[in-house]
DNA sequence: ATCTCATTTAGCGACTTCGCTAATTAGCTG
DNA sequence: CAGCTAATTAGCGAAGTCGCTAAATGAGAT
């Protein structure tokens, strides 16, 4: 584990990348559609502009929540869920810790 | 369950109230020290100034996730973990749903 | 009633977030 | 290359967050 910073930096990110309802949904609307969906799939399912959904989306792969490759034309949006242990990595941690 | 709104406000008002590093500290606080401690008690360890650490413990408990009782002069502030659900709920559904 | 102690509320300034529209980048096709 | 399409970046304004200090509240003791 190592860097103490880092890791509440990690969490930091994630925490506050889930803190918004929308991207919280995007991470929903990419596991329904089998984990990946090309950016303007994902645009066109949300009320906002394009360019607010593509900040979210930025937020949320700053996080490590997803994950972008180029694929011709669009970019493909892949949920990691390796990330998202972070978070239920630290609710474990604090309901088991004894003090 | 009902009231789909409500309980998409209670999964922000969750969230919101663990994007903040302090305010998971308090939560990590609480839980260490037994559950519950006195707001100076919980103020005093912290580098924020009094106020401040007032205002995140108001944030937590709109969240549900603290619960405050007087006790005289002081207030004591407990964990209230059950709304640390909402949580633990959402990921697991999260992981666990398929579309 | 007054004083003190624990805590909150009020209010300010710096900064960030989040929505938008307009402009730009970059890949593909003719 | 010109033109279309997918998506991002730029930049703006309204609103929220978070730190602070100063003032107010409210309970207990003198």
Wanted: avoid cysteine.
């Amino acid at each position: 584990m190592a860097e103490p910073e880092a890791r509440l930096a990690e969490l930091d990110a994630v925490f506050s990348a889930l803190a918004h309802r929308a991207r919280r949904q995007i991470l929903m609307t990419l596991h329904f559609r089998g984990g990946s969906m090309a950016a303007g799939d994902i645009a066109g399912r949300f009320a906002h502009a394009w360019p607010t959904t593509t900040r979210h989306l930025k937020v949320l792969e700053e996080a490590g929540l997803v994950t972008v490759e180029r694929k011709g034309l669009t970019r493909l949006y892949r949920l990691e869920p390796k990330n998202l242990e972070v978070v239920t990595g630290w609710m474990k941690w604090l309901k088991s810790a004894k003090g």
